[in-house]
């Protein structure tokens, strides 16, 4: 309770980088409101999360009412209002990935990491003890032809094994 | 042996050819350049109109039509290219935006040029991180050669390309969806009309185009029109009264997944049937094809009867399925029906956005169906009622037998039809989510109903051998015409 508390005091504003490129952004749609999508990816990849304070601070840049913020990030599952881990671990289970065993992969991931899976309302469940990985399923990944797959951030790894998520893991925690 | 006849991605394998340098050595640009050089607007428009080229995204509609119903009084006008490819079992957008994005840049610039347009958004779904990064790095180039930016080539002509990324909802792909989702709102269809074309993003005249469908545009300004609808078959489009020639031109990029050796994307003349596209991946995995998905995993699935379909957009739309975005999933013999059935209505379930009633109760609800089935709790009445069948008459009728009586599976399809019918198209939602839902949920159901009553009888998964779980097209096609009037029947 006392971390978000903290969350919503301590204030948010984009650094330098990011300032720069939310500039660029703005200048492309004929309305600020426009840029809302692109705006959030750029202060969840600085904050770690959507906090109320990034909502408060994405808002006014694009003279919207926080509340239409809010809206959106609760539309989009890509957008969080937890903290997550440091790796996000998004593994595919739709038909594809299905038919090719995603299911062995789950749950070898699951008893590697010790996590249960995360929903969307709940995050923590899916998040190591050290915060270092958030477990959770996605829909269609668009890689069906090397399914089983699974994105680690912004990285997609293909044709998966248990004994590749071994590999993979090891590489991650080291 | 059906022979691979790549174009969009014959130079995919090409090192660095998403470098300017290296995709200019393969007649890059030479396209754009031939259709400001030689040909006014119009005429751009019209060769794609010509051309017959329809629209690879899902509904399959003529692009050169679409552009026909845009104003050419109200400025400025959009086009919205749609890289959101989210429906499950389709990857060929991917690697367009992957490997080769100065295809898609050439393409845009075509649709601009015919178009008057000033200002494109490529929609790139939030996963495709890569893709993104690629797309901008080649948007980038291209702006620096001079064939983006203002005044391209000395010919006046302004083209400014934008790529904005999603966030991981599906029905950005609807391109009313796209459109609101773009406008930084929650991604929720609009009603149509009014249409795209007339009204769309920022409330202007706007063209939404799949990445595939661009890609094409190069090529039929290339080669010329002649050249483009020698691929793929034409057929009387019985749909239409009186009968009209339904071209199915080009080339389609096959994304095929599943149970075959070699899954991947297979680019084939449109009109292949389903079971040469297995002998093209390799064959299949397994002893015997149980079902294919054809068109993405929204598609009324096909039985192993249906295999001599082919695989082109009047084919499969008279087969009472689709080919939609091209997205094959094939199932051997050890797939069990219900269970797959459970984890596309899982999928629909969950990316349903909400805004209709029908859908946002509907589809969860459909998917507690099949769950309770799969789980062994079915629900099945002690009581019977007449059998209706396939009648002496061949139609469908009392055939004077009785039936056992299988609570949800009669509930599953009423739910179904609710959301959106599938006997008669009609849909209760704002968008085609609806009828995406119901056609799988229905079309399995229908197609393989014993094995969705073995299930319920023995209060566990059970998959039938091929042959015993599979209804025959002859009582499927009578079971769908049992609504239909007599008079009506043949038609």
């Given at each position: 309770m006392s971390d978000a508390l903290i969350q919503i005091e301590t204030p948010f504003a984009f650094n330098e980088e990011n300032q720069r490129e939310f500039d660029g952004l703005i200048g492309r749609y004929p309305v600020k409101e426009a840029a809302m999508l692109p705006t959030l990816h750029l202060a969840q990849r600085q904050a770690g999360y959507i906090t109320p304070a990034v909502m408060k601070y994405v808002a006014e840049q694009l003279e919207v009412s926080v509340m239409k913020v809010k809206d959106v990030v609760t539309f989009y599952p890509m957008f969080f209002e937890e903290p997550v881990g440091e790796y996000v671990i998004r593994i595919c289970h739709t038909l594809p990935c299905a038919l090719r065993d995603c299911k062995g992969v789950l749950e070898h991931l699951k008893a590697k990491l010790a996590t249960d899976v995360a929903s969307e309302t709940n995050l923590a469940k899916g998040t190591t003890a050290d915060g270092k990985f958030t477990l959770m399923k996605v829909e269609c990944l668009a890689s069906c032809d090397v399914a089983p797959v699974i994105m680690v951030n912004d990285d997609l790894y293909k044709n998966l094994t248990p004994e590749k998520v071994d590999e993979l893991l090891a590489k991650l925690a080291s | 042996m059906v022979q691979e006849r790549r174009i969009l991605y014959e130079h995919l394998d090409v090192p660095d050819i998403n470098t300017f340098d290296v995709f200019r050595q393969y007649d890059g640009y030479t396209r754009f350049e031939k259709a400001i050089a030689e040909y006014q607007p119009d005429d751009v428009a019209k060769m794609v109109m010509d051309s017959g080229l329809k629209g690879r995204g899902g509904a399959g509609f003529s692009t050169g039509l679409k552009w026909s119903f845009v104003p050419k009084d109200i400025k400025p006008c959009y086009l919205c290219c749609n890289a959101d490819e989210s429906e499950p079992g389709t990857f060929s957008n991917r690697y367009v935006l992957e490997k080769n994005p100065h295809l898609l840049i050439e393409g845009i610039l075509i649709c601009c040029y015919a178009m008057g347009i000033e200002t494109t958004y490529?929609?790139?779904?939030?996963?495709f991180t890569l893709g993104k990064k690629m797309l901008d790095a080649a948007i980038k180039e291209a702006y620096e050669k001079g064939y983006?930016?203002?005044d391209i080539r000395g010919t006046g002509l302004n083209v400014d390309i934008y790529s904005h990324p999603g966030a991981g909802a599906y029905i950005c792909g609807e391109e009313t969806g796209l459109i609101e989702s773009l406008e930084g709102k929650r991604g929720q269809p609009r009603n149509k009309p009014p249409f795209p074309a007339v009204e769309g993003v920022f409330g202007k005249p706007t063209v939404v185009q799949n990445v595939e469908t661009l890609c094409n545009l190069p090529f039929i300004i290339g080669n010329g029109v002649e050249w483009y609808t020698q691929m793929g078959p034409t057929y009387a489009d019985t749909r239409a009264n009186p009968p009209t020639p339904d071209p199915n031109t080009g080339t389609k990029l096959y994304c095929i997944s599943g149970d075959v050796n070699e899954p991947g994307v297979y680019e084939l003349d449109l009109g292949l049937t389903c079971s040469e596209l297995i002998e093209v991946a390799g064959g299949l995995r397994g002893e015997e094809v149980k079902a294919v998905i054809p068109g993405g995993s929204s598609a009324p699935i096909l039985t192993h009867y249906e295999l001599d379909t082919r695989l082109d957009f009047t084919s499969l739309t008279l087969a009472k399925s689709m080919l939609g975005s091209g997205g094959i999933i094939v199932m051997n013999e050890t797939r069990n029906i219900v269970d797959c059935l459970l984890n596309i209505m899982k999928f629909y379930a969950h990316e349903s956005c909400g805004q209709c009633t029908p859908c946002r109760w509907g589809t969860p609800w459909v998917r507690d169906i099949v769950q309770r089935i799969a789980d062994g709790n079915g629900r099945k009445d002690t009581m019977t009622r007449p059998k209706f069948g396939v009648a002496e008459n061949g139609r469908w009728g009392d055939t004077g037998e009785t039936e056992e009586i299988y609570e949800d599976l009669d509930l599953l399809e009423s739910v179904a039809n609710n959301i959106a019918n599938v006997d008669t198209m009609t849909w209760n939602t704002i968008c085609v989510f609806g009828i995406a839902v119901s056609w799988p949920a229905v079309s399995y159901m229908r197609k393989f109903r014993p094995e969705f009553e073995a299930t319920i009888q023995e209060g566990k998964l059970v998959t039938l051998p091929v042959a015993e779980a599979t209804v025959s097209p002859e009582e499927n096609y009578a079971y769908q015409q049992r609504f239909v009037p007599k008079e009506f029947a043949d038609l």
């Open positions: - | 490529v929609y790139i779904r939030g996963e983006l930016g203002k």
